[in-house]
């Protein structure tokens, strides 16, 4: 039987950090309102306590979430948990998300602290959430360069404080994959009441492997995703949502699945960056205007006789019309062809050739050819369709 992996989705709050990404109270309830309806399985809100604003918008969306639960961030700090309780209070379903410094380096320059100190910390913010709500996330923030013998206590700890997910942030994105399949594991054989609650990953993509280390821990036993649509988040971002959800619906050898409808991801995409006003960049990945373009006549010829050729999933699987064919001067005479005869011209081998030339030496001039310009090349050489 497939695993559910259970996503949990930082969009409104760790996103949200990005510099000019700000929402306004409207604009979080319109995304979270779609996040519900995408499948998400946790919607993170906000930090109650960090303004005003973001109380109510935490409030805000309490109140319209009607599927997933709302999630309200605190620091292991009481008067933050009281906050976040108050602000959930509308909640079907709330958690309140608390933690603290788990590495050395935090503990020691952030914290000015030490492990047994922060243990204690960690263990009494999640009893004091437990007094508000049933279900309370512990994050470990820095878990990727925290001391693993120590992690361990302190997954054991709060776990038995009554933790129902353990966060793992790799907060600085430094891990590989192979490393974090190996801490995950240690937990998953070293922690004794492990079982009791839901190993949870949240990485950052400093060195681009926000989205291979969410699989990696998945792959040794976590059963939580922390995911942004987009990616975007704090410095280089956090994980994405379309990538992590499209490659646990791709490799069906990994035996897990999200409740996530997919073919919502390219609109709700368009959204966000609309929205947040944050470009997509092109070559993103899943839901970039390149995704499913061609331009290489190799792969246009390719792609033209069988689509899975190159393309590992449908565009109508993420919610895109269909793919494209982009005519340059890289594109070969199959998909010429295959777009002239999209535009009603039926032409033989002796024309194609002939068109070809004068395509090449158009497509070097202008980069780009669309279908405007093969039209008016097809009239200036009184080929008509």
Do not use: W
Request: glycine content about 6%; some cysteine; aromatic content about 6%.
């Amino acid at each position: 039987m497939s695993d559910k992996i259970y996503v949990f989705d930082t969009t409104l709050r760790d996103g949200e950090q990005v510099p000019g990404c700000q929402l306004n109270i409207e604009e979080k309830v319109m995304i979270a309102k779609k996040l519900d309806e995408l499948g998400v399985d946790i919607i993170e809100a906000g930090f109650p306590v960090s303004s005003p604003g973001d109380f109510k918008s935490v409030q805000a969306v309490s109140a319209v979430v009607q599927n997933a639960t709302v999630c309200g961030l605190t620091r292991a700090v009481k008067n933050d948990i009281e906050v976040a309780a108050e602000a959930l209070k509308g909640a079907k379903r709330p958690r309140i998300h608390t933690g603290i410094g788990s590495s050395d380096i935090h503990i020691k320059y952030k914290f000015n602290s030490n492990r047994d100190e922060i243990l204690e910390r960690g263990v009494e913010a999640v009893k004091y959430a437990k007094r508000f709500v049933e279900d309370v996330e512990f994050y470990a923030e820095d878990a990727g360069r925290a001391d693993i013998e120590f992690l361990a206590r302190l997954t054991e700890a709060v776990i038995k404080a009554g933790a129902t997910v353990v966060n793992l942030p790799d907060t600085t994105g430094y891990l590989l994959p192979t490393t974090m399949f190996e801490r995950v594991s240690y937990l998953m054989n070293n922690v004794p009441n492990v079982d009791k609650a839901v190993l949870s990953m949240h990485n950052h993509n400093d060195l681009g492997m926000a989205t291979a280390n969410t699989i990696a821990g998945v792959q040794a036993g976590a059963r939580q995703v922390e995911v942004t649509i987009n990616g975007i988040g704090e410095r280089a971002g956090n994980t994405s949502l379309e990538e992590v959800a499209m490659t646990l619906k791709v490799h069906k050898e990994l035996n897990c699945y999200t409740d996530i409808k997919s073919e919502m991801l390219y609109p709700l995409s368009r959204l966000i960056s609309e929205t947040m006003r944050m470009p997509v960049q092109a070559n993103k990945a899943v839901v970039g205007r390149n995704a499913f373009a061609h331009s290489s006549g190799i792969h246009q010829d390719g792609f033209l006789k069988h689509a899975e050729n190159y393309e590992i999933m449908t565009p109508q699987s993420v919610g895109v019309d269909k793919s494209d064919i982009v005519l340059t001067a890289r594109s070969g005479r199959h998909a010429l062809k295959h777009r002239l005869e999209v535009l009603g011209f039926k032409l033989d081998k002796i024309e194609i050739d002939e068109v070809y030339k004068n395509f090449l030496e158009l497509a070097d001039r202008i980069k780009e050819v669309n279908d405007k310009d093969l039209v008016t090349l097809m009239k200036e050489m009184e080929l008509v369709a």
